[in-house]
């Protein structure tokens, strides 16, 4: 009994600690880097010093409630319209692009309509839910540990997020 208590939890420990390692298997075009990089890869595939600024507690929420942001970091690069969100272990779990960003995402643009999107990449994994009230936010997958949604609005799309 103890035995397989022992291989359970082994099992289990490396099936963690895969899903954590696991990170897109291609960088994004246009940008050089991918999610589960590291601060110096990001950095030099942007070609930027500027150095990643910590992220703050929410300053709306309740003294009591725990800051979910503790440790983890962000670099926007505002003249690129680039952010790239660090977790607590320094790599890459978040990337968003906004104006000014120039280049595209699995062939969308910044400012693409919507009915561009779905003609260049079909429907979307999941019905468009409501971001910030005023923008519908398309799902699609990257391969086969990243996402990316199209933030859209009348203006089309408006941002565009890489998640894992």
């Known amino acids: 009994m103890i035995h397989r208590t022992l291989v359970a939890a082994a099992l289990l420990t490396g099936l963690v600690a895969a899903q954590s390692t696991m990170a897109q298997t ?6 050089g880097f991918k999610l ?17 600024e910590s992220m703050p507690k929410n300053p ?4 009591n409630v725990p800051n979910l942001s503790k440790g983890k970091t962000v670099l926007h690069l505002r003249t ?3 952010w790239v969100f660090f977790n607590a272990t320094g790599t890459v779990d978040t990337i ?8 595209d995402v699995l062939g969308v643009k910044l400012g693409d309509t919507t009915k561009q999107v779905i003609k260049k990449l079909g429907n979307p994994i999941k019905k468009p839910s409501t971001a910030f009230l005023t923008m519908q936010s398309y799902r699609y997958v990257i391969d086969d540990s990243a996402y990316v949604n199209y933030d ?7 941002i565009i997020f890489i998640t894992k």
């Open 152 to 158: 859209t609005n009348d203006d089309g799309v408006q």
């Open 60 to 63: 709306r929420l309740p003294a």
């Open 80 to 82: 690129k319209g680039i």
């Open 96 to 103: 968003r692009l906004d104006a000014p960003f120039a280049g």
């Open 26 to 31: 291609a960088p994004v075009a246009n940008l």
């Open 36 to 52: 589960g990089d590291n601060v110096a890869i990001v950095k030099a595939a942007l070609g930027t010093n500027a150095e990643p």
